[in-house]
């Protein structure tokens, strides 16, 4: 009887732990993305023209190119020129810069590069998570510079934050 009691209270832990892991599914997400891979594999990405008033040359192509890396980089999803069941396609719609700080005699001392992406997200799998939808960042500078001296570097910040942005909307379904 020794014998059991020693061993009853150990062996009794061990099959409830066995059957709380067994009853649970743990599932960790290391890319924050959230997708069914079984029922969605591919993914079309379409050129995102830049129909804003001020255009920055480069500016559609490097939004784009960070869009496909982003979904590259944090999904197994296959890339397909079109009809992929997902679909993200859009416009970039406004690119400005506004004065956003005056000092006490009425100048401007900060400016603020703005981007507004217009994006189009279809899901075939599941129609009800299709959206269309308006993402916008900004970036404040020092109007010590021109807007040309920093314009490659806040870009870059920009369409990193608009991209998190879409890329959260579209598969990450916080």
């Known amino acids: 009887m020794v014998w059991s009691r020693k061993f009853s209270i150990p062996v009794a832990t061990l099959v409830a732990l066995l059957a709380l892991f067994a009853s649970c599914k743990i599932s960790y997400k290391f890319n924050g993305s959230s997708i069914d891979y079984t029922v969605v594999k591919t993914i079309s990405i379409e050129e995102f023209p830049n129909r804003a008033p001020l255009v ?9 190119e960070k ?27 406004g690119y400005n810069v506004v ?3 005056v000092n006490s005699s009425g100048e401007a001392v ?4 703005q981007m507004s992406v217009f994006v189009r997200f279809v899901n075939k799998v ?16 020092s ?9 490659g570097e806040l870009n870059g910040l ?17």
Do not use: P
């Not at 109007?143 to 314009?151: A, E, F, L, M, S």
């Open 110 to 113: 900060d400016s603020r590069l």
């Open 158 to 174: 920009l369409i990193e934050d608009i991209v998190s942005q879409i890329f959260n909307a579209t598969v990450a379904n916080w």
């Open 143 to 151: 109007n010590q510079y021109t807007i040309d001296q920093v314009q």
């Open 126 to 141: 599941n129609s009800t998570e299709s959206f269309e939808k308006s993402f916008s960042s900004y970036q404040t500078f």
């Open 67 to 93: 869009l496909k890396d982003e979904f590259s980089s944090k999904t197994s999803l296959r890339f397909v020129e079109r009809d992929g069941d997902l679909q993200i396609s859009g416009d970039i719609t």
């Open 99 to 101: 004065s956003s700080g």
């Open 56 to 64: 920055y040359a480069s500016l559609s192509s490097d939004f784009t």
